[in-house]
């Protein structure tokens, strides 16, 4: 009883700041906006959209093709390649950024170590792991059903560098473009994925 009620008044403190907000017309941009008054100021950037962020809001992540095509360009022309040229680092350490949704969390700021690519929140990937998302499709035996092609490789890094430079208005996040994973970084995932010895192959 005392739960439901507790409920209760959450949903009514909801629907009167949401009314609030309504009277205030504030967009819903602004309204988030509004409840991060706190972040620190290289933090406030990521509350605001950017275009292809519009873009995709406003065409409901089905943008005609002309737009399409110009998130395409703009995520093709984001991606840095590796200097080295090789696409593929060490799938342990791979496998330690799938597992890991550390980073960009307020309660990560500042920064104690380096960032995870979160792939299991959306992705089933090495069998082992069984608690997984499904909100992507699964990558088990991905490189293994891709014939370990040195081309798969480099789509591979391309996609978690920034997916819109595949899919315009894909869901999954721009890791390497939004500066969550490091270049080196995204190499380990990339073998984790595309390596005939990483578990997700075997
Ligand atoms: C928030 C959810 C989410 C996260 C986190 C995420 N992805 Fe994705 N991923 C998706 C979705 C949705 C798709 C399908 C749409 C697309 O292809 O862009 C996808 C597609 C892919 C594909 C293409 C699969 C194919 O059909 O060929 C690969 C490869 C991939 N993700 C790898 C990764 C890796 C590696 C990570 C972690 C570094 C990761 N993803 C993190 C949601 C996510």
New binding site residues.
Partial sequence: MRNILAATALIAAAAISTAAYAQQKLSADDAIKAAFAKAPDDWKDRLMPDETMKHCSAFKNNPPAAIAAQIQKAAKASIKYPDDGKFMGDWKKGEA??QSGYGMRFTDYPPQRASG???Y???QLAPKELSY?T???S?LN?GKLKGFKEEAVKA?YE??YN?HA??PC????R?GANGV?TIDQIKD?VAL?MSPESPVNK
């Fill in positions: 950024i799938a690519g979160n792939c929140a959306c992705h998302g909100i992507g499709p990558l991905y591979v996609r978690i997916s595949t899919l894909s869901n999954m996040p890791l994973l995932v994925l």
